[in-house]
């Protein structure tokens, strides 16, 4: 555009020119060898002009002859050129839709027709190619070939970083992340690697150094970044607490204030406040942990913060926390454990029936157990509780990549994957509970076959009494089938004494007379 203004400016002055030399009319007197020329003004003007532009063409004519080789060569070289991108751009895509074939036909015409050393990207399409056709070793080859270049030397590194985690070799990877890490520390995948690495040998100040290099380059957001320095200050804290506590209580209180909600961060802070006899700010510190996601560390920690007071007291503050986090099994369990320690039976009782009943489960089962054994010592009921607890779903634990452990830890044993541990039930015994005093709407017993019984007699009458009417008589329409061979019938015998497991404390005898009311009988 500023070109074509240039042209219009140079044909407007000319224009200018011709009108201010018709405006004032001359002659031009030429004398050479004798002879004397004479022209007007405008006729030499035009004469000049139509000189020099024919002498521009000429030259500009000549130069095109003189140069055309090289403009020829160029534009094959350039046509040629284009294919092979043309030729290298339909191979990447294939390569990224799993089309070996013409990935690898299309690297090799690439490879024909632009210079592998001026387009590295051939590499990496000969690379991709290999990996699809199965030839990971000299995929490998062709990445270790890529650090010599050092344009190329973070995507070999790249290459044989994925190798390595295919293979499973966490030690090779983690190597290949470090250098790539250490020429770029921009990017993710790299710092991820090296920060698990460094989590693992416990170099928490190297890990919390490379989150901040993330933070400042802002690979990661603020919030993200936040939760991450929160784990491992928290971590480092833990590692700390009885070898060097004035640094495990900076790291702690750090972690807490980045991260308030966070359970660890919080128990660990409230350790550290607890020692140095700051009960008010510890408790704070639980309380807000508390109200985000009860845990049974913090109300351990919470109720059990003063070691001199009395049973009553602790239950006081269990009472205390139960009101910031109401209609929660956590708080009722809370309540139930600290008044079973201040022998208030029937408040631990009521505490612990409560949780059962908001979520059934092992814990609440089990804390039953304790309730009963110690207000009336009653084996039976309290096998009964334990039986409950046996099959009801397991209680929350810290959970990550299937692992289940009792404690927080800040990577995951199986991946490393930082802050990889979350608070839930594990779900391998995750079922529905089925109470022992729920009986089914109607119970069939089905009779004994005689062995004198006919071979033609296919079908057996049993006649049942209904709940409902207990006076009717009902015969069912489908038959009986004899029972298969080598499984004997049930028989209904009210006197037969019932076969019980060493601990199986039988049943109550009003209950067995109730229930034998309803049962269906033989006539």
Do not use: C
């Not at 000319?14 to 006729?43: C, E, N």
């Not at 027709?113 to 995929?139: V, Y």
């Not at 010599?148 to 290459?159: A, K, Q, T, V």
């Amino acid at each position: 555009m500023i070109r074509i203004l240039f042209y219009l400016a140079i044909v407007f002055a000319l224009g200018l020119g011709f009108a201010w030399l018709a405006d004032r009319p001359g002659d031009m007197v030429v004398t050479f060898s004798g002879y004397q020329y004479k022209v007007s003004l405008m006729v030499a003007a035009v004469a000049v002009t139509a000189i020099v532009a024919a002498t521009m063409l000429s030259w500009w004519l000549t130069k095109a002859v003189w140069n055309s080789p090289f403009t020829i060569a160029r534009h094959f070289r350039a046509r040629r050129r284009d294919r092979g991108y043309q030729a290298l751009s339909t191979g990447m895509i294939a390569a990224g839709a799993g089309d070996a074939a013409l990935a690898r036909k299309k690297n090799k015409e690439a490879a024909k027709l632009i210079n592998s050393d001026q387009e590295p990207l051939i590499h990496l399409l000969d690379a991709q190619a290999s990996l699809l056709e199965g030839d990971h070793d000299t995929a490998r080859q062709k990445f270790e070939a890529m650090l010599d270049d050092p344009e190329m030397r973070l995507l070999g590194l790249r290459g044989l970083y994925l190798e390595a985690e295919r293979l499973g070799d966490r030690a090779a990877a983690r190597h290949y992340a470090g250098r790539a890490a250490g020429l770029a520390p921009q990017l993710g995948w790299a710092a991820d690697s090296t920060l698990e690495e460094k989590t693992e040998r416990g170099d928490w100040d190297g890990a919390l150094a490379l989150v901040d290099a993330q933070k400042s380059t802002r690979q990661i957001e603020r919030e993200v970044a936040n939760n991450k320095r929160s784990v491992l200050l928290t971590a480092k804290a833990l590692s700390l607490l009885e070898s060097d506590f004035n640094a495990a209580r900076t790291a702690a209180l750090e972690a807490n204030r980045l991260r308030p909600e966070f359970g660890p961060a919080a128990t660990v802070a409230a350790k550290a406040l607890f020692r140095q006899n700051d009960v008010r700010k510890g408790s704070k510190v639980l309380e807000t942990a508390w109200k985000a996601e009860p845990l049974p560390d913090i109300a351990e920690l919470y109720v059990h913060g003063r070691p001199g007071d009395a049973v009553l007291d602790r239950l006081a503050r269990a009472k205390k926390l139960q009101s910031l986090k109401q209609n929660h099994p956590e708080s009722s369990l809370a309540v139930a454990r600290a008044a079973l320690e201040a022998q208030d039976y029937k408040l631990a009782r009521s505490e612990a029936e409560a949780a059962a009943r908001m979520q059934p489960r092992e814990g609440a089962y089990l804390l039953l157990a304790d309730i009963e054994e110690a207000q009336s010592g009653d084996q039976g009921k309290v096998r009964q509780w334990l039986s409950r607890a046996v099959r009801a779903p397991r209680d929350p634990a810290w959970v990550a990549d299937g692992v289940v452990s009792e404690r927080w830890a800040p990577f995951s044993p199986v991946t490393g994957r930082l802050d990889a541990f979350a608070w839930k039930a594990p779900e391998e015994r995750l079922g529905h509970l089925i109470e022992q005093d729920d009986e089914p709407a109607e119970r069939v017993s089905i009779p004994s076959i005689a062995a004198a019984q006919p071979a033609g007699d296919d079908i057996v009458d049993v006649i049942v009494e209904s709940d409902a009417e207990p006076d009717k008589a009902v015969e069912p329409s489908k038959p009986v089938p004899p029972a298969p061979d080598g499984i004997e019938a049930l028989v209904d015998d009210d006197k037969a004494e019932p076969i019980r497991l060493p601990d199986d404390p039988g049943v109550d005898p009003e209950v067995e007379r109730e229930n034998a009311q309803k049962r269906f009988r033989l006539f």
